[in-house]
């Protein structure tokens, strides 16, 4: 049974057993799925990560879509130093001190990645610390994000480049404002039919 499977998923959220989930906050009806590590964390309503994820000090925003082997905010390397390696910063597993390089943990964490709502993120894509990606937003599968990502903006490439937007900007505009993301569930399941036209969405709820 994976997690699309009818009754796995509700309020309560659901991890597979083989992910590991450190010091982070999960949503309702957020989905993480197997071998995801998810740590110092937010992970809010109704996101998913497929598998094989990373996501370390990071915000993930309401109706995410996050593919497998999507790796956010991965670990860097001192190239400045004489030696990279990670002893330099991991010298107390190395026994080359009694404590870690804590200002290099440290500057990881003030650089956390920030994902707006409704974010597509396809497979295999890399998200550098400190990116602002923006609501609406979708990134192509293999793109390493080196920069902010504007809201409904498509990305894609090594590094991730613009490639167009979603949707124009009068509509982007009309669908941040109406922030369907933050509808209480029984709004969600009333107005759900209307999420497939964008026409009568755009009728209905954001206004002439």
């Known amino acids: 049974?994976?997690?699309?499977?009818?009754?796995?998923?509700?309020?309560?959220?659901?991890?597979?057993?083989?992910?590991?989930?450190?010091?982070?906050?999960?949503?309702?009806?957020?989905?993480?799925?197997?071998?995801?590590?998810?740590?110092?964390s937010s992970f809010n309503d109704y996101s998913y990560a497929a598998g094989d994820n990373t996501i370390i000090y990071s915000e993930i925003g309401k109706f995410c879509s996050i593919a497998s082997h999507v790796c956010i905010n991965p670990g860097n390397h001192p190239m400045g130093r004489v030696m990279q390696h990670h002893a330099t910063y991991r010298r107390a597993a190395y026994g080359f001190g009694d404590t870690d390089d804590e200002n290099f943990f440290g500057w990881r964490k003030a650089n956390k990645v920030v994902i707006g709502h409704d974010v597509w993120i396809g497979h295999g894509a890399i998200v550098l610390p400190g990116v602002v990606i923006g609501t609406g937003a979708v990134v192509g599968a293999g793109a390493v994000v080196t920069k902010d990502v504007e809201?409904?903006?498509?990305?894609?490439?090594?590094?991730?480049?613009?490639?167009?937007?979603?949707?124009?900007?009068?509509?982007?505009?009309?669908?941040?404002?109406?922030?369907?993301?933050?509808?209480?569930?029984?709004?969600?399941?009333?107005?759900?039919?209307?999420?497939?036209?964008?026409?009568?969405?755009l009728e209905k709820y954001c206004g002439k």
Do not use: C
Not at 9 to 32: C, F, I, M, N
């Open 1 to 40: 049974m994976n997690i699309w499977s009818k009754g796995m998923l509700g309020e309560q959220g659901y991890t597979h057993p083989t992910s590991k989930v450190v010091d982070s906050r999960l949503g309702q009806w957020t989905a993480l799925g197997p071998n995801v590590i998810l740590m110092e």
């Open 151 to 201: 809201p409904y903006m498509i990305v894609a490439g090594v590094p991730a480049k613009p490639i167009r937007e979603r949707f124009p900007k009068d509509v982007a505009n009309k669908l941040t404002e109406v922030a369907w993301w933050d509808w209480p569930r029984h709004l969600l399941e009333e107005r759900f039919a209307d999420f497939f036209d964008l026409d009568v969405f």
